[in-house]
Protein backbone atom coordinates (compact mmCIF):
# COMPACT_ATOMS: atom_id res chain seq x y z
CA UNK A 1 0.00 0.00 0.00
CA UNK A 2 1.38 3.19 -0.69
CA UNK A 3 1.47 6.15 1.57
CA UNK A 4 -0.05 9.51 0.34
CA UNK A 5 0.07 13.23 1.52
CA UNK A 6 -1.80 16.14 0.20
CA UNK A 7 0.23 18.19 -1.76
CA UNK A 8 -1.89 21.43 -2.84
CA UNK A 9 0.60 24.07 -4.56
CA UNK A 10 -0.15 27.12 -6.31
CA UNK A 11 2.56 28.00 -8.87
CA UNK A 12 2.84 30.67 -11.31
CA UNK A 13 5.74 31.75 -12.98
CA UNK A 14 5.88 34.36 -15.42
CA UNK A 15 8.69 35.94 -17.25
CA UNK A 16 8.53 39.70 -17.79
CA UNK A 17 10.10 40.46 -21.54
CA UNK A 18 13.54 41.18 -21.76
CA UNK A 19 13.77 38.52 -19.00
CA UNK A 20 16.72 35.93 -18.63
CA UNK A 21 15.85 32.78 -20.75
CA UNK A 22 14.34 29.89 -18.96
CA UNK A 23 14.06 26.08 -20.14
CA UNK A 24 13.12 22.87 -18.52
CA UNK A 25 14.20 20.26 -19.72
CA UNK A 26 13.28 16.12 -19.30
CA UNK A 27 16.04 14.51 -20.27
CA UNK A 28 16.11 10.68 -19.21
CA UNK A 29 13.92 8.37 -17.60
CA UNK A 30 15.56 5.74 -15.62
CA UNK A 31 14.55 2.75 -13.02
CA UNK A 32 17.04 1.96 -10.03
CA UNK A 33 16.39 -0.49 -7.45
CA UNK A 34 16.26 1.99 -4.54
CA UNK A 35 14.82 5.64 -4.66
CA UNK A 36 18.12 7.94 -5.49
CA UNK A 37 20.22 4.81 -4.89
CA UNK A 38 20.95 1.22 -5.46
CA UNK A 39 21.87 0.05 -9.16
CA UNK A 40 20.11 0.92 -12.81
CA UNK A 41 17.60 -1.28 -13.53
CA UNK A 42 17.62 -1.73 -17.62
CA UNK A 43 14.38 -3.57 -17.27
CA UNK A 44 12.81 -5.49 -14.46
CA UNK A 45 11.76 -8.81 -14.34
CA UNK A 46 7.66 -9.32 -13.35
CA UNK A 47 7.70 -9.23 -9.35
CA UNK A 48 10.85 -6.41 -9.02
CA UNK A 49 10.43 -3.48 -6.95
CA UNK A 50 11.70 -0.41 -8.60
CA UNK A 51 12.00 3.10 -8.57
CA UNK A 52 11.01 5.65 -10.78
CA UNK A 53 13.72 8.70 -11.49
CA UNK A 54 14.15 11.52 -14.14
CA UNK A 55 17.82 13.63 -14.81
CA UNK A 56 16.86 16.61 -15.99
CA UNK A 57 18.19 20.24 -16.26
CA UNK A 58 17.21 23.67 -15.73
CA UNK A 59 18.49 25.97 -18.29
CA UNK A 60 18.06 29.45 -16.70
CA UNK A 61 20.45 32.49 -15.16
CA UNK A 62 18.40 32.97 -12.34
CA UNK A 63 18.02 31.33 -9.08
CA UNK A 64 15.63 28.51 -7.25
CA UNK A 65 12.29 27.95 -9.27
CA UNK A 66 9.60 25.70 -8.03
CA UNK A 67 9.52 22.57 -11.07
CA UNK A 68 6.30 21.19 -11.12
CA UNK A 69 6.66 17.02 -12.37
CA UNK A 70 4.80 13.87 -12.76
CA UNK A 71 5.32 10.58 -13.19
CA UNK A 72 2.64 8.19 -14.47
CA UNK A 73 3.14 4.60 -15.52
CA UNK A 74 0.93 2.92 -18.28
CA UNK A 75 -1.17 5.84 -18.14
CA UNK A 76 -1.99 6.27 -14.70
CA UNK A 77 -0.41 8.86 -12.16
CA UNK A 78 1.99 7.18 -9.50
CA UNK A 79 3.71 10.46 -8.45
CA UNK A 80 3.70 14.45 -8.82
CA UNK A 81 5.14 17.55 -6.51
CA UNK A 82 6.87 20.93 -7.04
CA UNK A 83 10.79 20.32 -7.22
CA UNK A 84 12.42 23.42 -5.71
CA UNK A 85 15.48 23.64 -8.27
CA UNK A 86 18.41 26.05 -9.24
CA UNK A 87 20.45 26.01 -12.54
CA UNK A 88 22.09 23.36 -13.94
CA UNK A 89 21.84 19.15 -13.94
CA UNK A 90 19.29 17.54 -11.40
CA UNK A 91 17.71 14.07 -10.47
CA UNK A 92 13.87 13.80 -9.37
CA UNK A 93 12.75 10.24 -7.99
CA UNK A 94 9.28 8.34 -6.51
CA UNK A 95 9.74 7.53 -3.04
CA UNK A 96 7.66 4.91 -3.23
CA UNK A 97 8.39 1.53 -5.21
CA UNK A 98 6.73 0.17 -8.39
CA UNK A 99 6.49 -3.53 -8.90
CA UNK A 100 6.59 -4.90 -12.32
CA UNK A 101 4.72 -7.21 -14.31
CA UNK A 102 5.05 -9.25 -17.10
CA UNK A 103 4.24 -7.03 -20.18
CA UNK A 104 4.82 -3.81 -22.07
CA UNK A 105 4.88 -0.57 -19.60
CA UNK A 106 4.95 3.01 -20.61
CA UNK A 107 7.03 5.61 -17.70
CA UNK A 108 6.19 9.09 -18.51
CA UNK A 109 7.55 12.04 -16.95
CA UNK A 110 6.21 15.43 -17.57
CA UNK A 111 7.78 18.99 -16.04
CA UNK A 112 5.59 21.82 -15.89
CA UNK A 113 2.64 19.56 -16.35
CA UNK A 114 0.22 22.83 -15.80
CA UNK A 115 2.62 25.31 -18.56
CA UNK A 116 2.69 27.16 -15.99
CA UNK A 117 6.23 28.54 -16.61
CA UNK A 118 7.34 30.17 -19.44
CA UNK A 119 10.10 28.63 -21.44
CA UNK A 120 11.68 29.15 -24.54
CA UNK A 121 10.99 25.82 -25.44
CA UNK A 122 7.59 23.54 -24.35
CA UNK A 123 8.57 20.70 -26.39
CA UNK A 124 10.73 19.62 -24.50
CA UNK A 125 8.97 18.97 -20.94
CA UNK A 126 8.37 15.36 -21.16
CA UNK A 127 10.57 11.99 -21.26
CA UNK A 128 9.35 8.36 -21.68
CA UNK A 129 10.62 5.35 -21.05
CA UNK A 130 9.10 1.90 -22.78
CA UNK A 131 9.90 -1.75 -21.66
CA UNK A 132 8.55 -5.10 -21.81
CA UNK A 133 9.09 -7.18 -18.53
CA UNK A 134 8.97 -10.75 -18.50
CA UNK A 135 7.26 -13.52 -16.09
CA UNK A 136 10.04 -15.62 -15.74
CA UNK A 137 13.10 -14.65 -13.52
CA UNK A 138 15.12 -13.34 -16.99
CA UNK A 139 13.35 -10.01 -18.29
CA UNK A 140 13.49 -9.77 -22.00
CA UNK A 141 15.00 -6.58 -24.06
CA UNK A 142 13.12 -5.50 -26.51
CA UNK A 143 13.43 -2.97 -29.27
CA UNK A 144 11.11 -0.96 -27.46
CA UNK A 145 13.02 -0.20 -24.39
CA UNK A 146 14.35 2.95 -25.68
CA UNK A 147 14.29 6.37 -24.15
CA UNK A 148 12.05 9.06 -26.64
CA UNK A 149 11.72 12.45 -25.79
CA UNK A 150 7.79 13.96 -26.57
CA UNK A 151 6.48 17.29 -26.46
CA UNK A 152 4.35 18.57 -24.01
CA UNK A 153 0.99 19.73 -24.71
CA UNK A 154 -0.42 22.95 -24.45
CA UNK A 155 -2.89 23.44 -21.27
CA UNK A 156 -6.47 24.50 -22.66
CA UNK A 157 -10.01 24.71 -21.52
CA UNK A 158 -12.84 22.76 -23.45
CA UNK A 159 -13.33 25.72 -25.45
CA UNK A 160 -9.95 25.36 -26.53
CA UNK A 161 -8.54 28.48 -25.61
CA UNK A 162 -4.93 28.09 -23.56
CA UNK A 163 -4.98 28.78 -20.02
CA UNK A 164 -2.59 30.27 -18.39
CA UNK A 165 -3.45 30.13 -14.35
CA UNK A 166 -2.05 28.08 -11.37
CA UNK A 167 -3.37 25.11 -10.69
CA UNK A 168 -3.49 23.17 -7.81
CA UNK A 169 -1.65 19.74 -7.75
CA UNK A 170 -4.08 16.82 -6.82
CA UNK A 171 -3.33 14.48 -3.87
CA UNK A 172 0.34 12.68 -4.84
CA UNK A 173 3.05 10.51 -2.93
CA UNK A 174 5.41 12.71 -1.37
CA UNK A 175 8.17 13.39 -3.82
CA UNK A 176 12.04 13.55 -3.12
CA UNK A 177 13.82 15.73 -4.89
CA UNK A 178 17.87 15.95 -4.88
Known sequence: MRASVSVCVAVLMLRAPGAAALDLIA???????????????EVPAAGQDVYFHLALRVDASGGVIGVPFEATIDGQAFCAGV????PGAATVWCADAWTAE????????????GGLIAEDDEAN???????SSSGGATPTRTAAATRTRTAAATPTDASGTTINRPRWLPPTTAPTVA
Do not use: I, K, M, Y
Not at 83 to 86: F, I, K, R, V
Not at 102 to 113: E, N
Open 27 to 41: ESPFLRSGPHSGVAV
Open 83 to 86: ADLG
Open 125 to 131: NAAVLVW
Open 102 to 113: AGQHTLRWRLDR
